[in-house]
């Protein structure tokens, strides 16, 4: 026998024991995820699938190795252009990477997967080619948390344009 009875659970009077253990469900799996993180200098890459300048992104990532060799890369897991550069230089200098995918296809979801990488890993510097809507949200973040940023090839300033 069929069962037709529709739910009649109300989510906007979830009781506060309720409401306290959702945040803490989202602590647990958030300090769960940090453990995984490697040591060491957090630098975000990301580069939209039109970039095709494999030896001026890997001539830039080698310069910034120099500078910080405790890095590691944080992109935001294109399978094309930037991401897929940034992503093949780390291997080949075994530089670790830590990949923020989109978990859904909702159109929300980039930008969730950007603020995610603001909370979780907090880089130290950012390299952002491209000038797509993902990249935007990025850059806004990035004067937000007063990171300083390589807009393509050259050196913003985060922290002195507010």
Partial sequence: MPNNRKSVVNHAAQSQAIIDSNDFDKARKLEKTIVHIPRGTPVLFSGDYKITDIDGVCLMLDRL?????????????GHKGGDLIAASWAKSKKVPVVAFGLKSKAKKAPFDRNRSIFKTVKPSLAIIFGDGGI??????LLKENRIKAFDGFKLVDAAKKR
């Fill in 65 to 77: 190795l120099k500078k910080m060799p405790d890095m590691f890369l944080v992109t935001t897991a």
């Fill in 135 to 140: 990249q935007e949200n990025l850059r806004e």
